[in-house]
């Protein structure tokens, strides 16, 4: 099992920034592909970012493209993501998950939920225009 712990949301400006955090306990993440979804109310949980093991290689959702980047350390088993530029729109709970899955495979397919097997609770994060 991986417990996953997200932290770092928060309410912040449209233009600003957030680092939102995700600690992983259980297991170490280096086996794991991460993934980072959202959801806002009344709308379903959406894919934003995925990054493979190493951190070598991740890609996003175009609504995100250029302003978010996802990041790892694995030797603090955490997984990072930086959002710049926020705009209203990204106001959402968002969410770290695990894959036990190649991270190649998860890339080849459209994003869903359903492709990840742990989750964390999610972090609030607000957007004021």
């Known amino acids: 099992q991986v417990q996953l712990v997200e932290s770092g949301g928060g309410l912040v400006q449209a233009g600003g920034s957030l680092r939102l955090s995700c600690a992983a306990s259980?297991?170490?993440?280096?086996?794991?592909?991460m993934g980072w979804f959202r959801q806002a109310p009344g709308k379903e949980r959406e894919f934003v970012a995925a990054i493979n093991w190493s951190g070598s290689s991740s890609y996003y959702a175009d609504s995100v493209k250029g302003r978010f980047t996802a990041s790892r350390d694995n030797a603090k088993n955490t997984v990072y993501l930086q959002m710049d530029s926020l705009k209203p729109e990204d106001t959402a709970v968002y969410y770290c998950?695990?894959?036990?899955?190649?991270?190649?495979?998860?890339?080849?397919?459209?994003?869903?939920?359903?492709?990840?097997?742990?989750w964390g609770q999610g972090t609030q994060v607000t957007v004021s225009s």
């Open positions: 998950a695990a894959a036990n899955k190649r991270f190649e495979w998860l890339r080849s397919r459209r994003p869903n939920r359903e492709m990840y097997d742990y």
């Open positions: 259980g297991r170490t993440l280096s086996n794991y592909a």
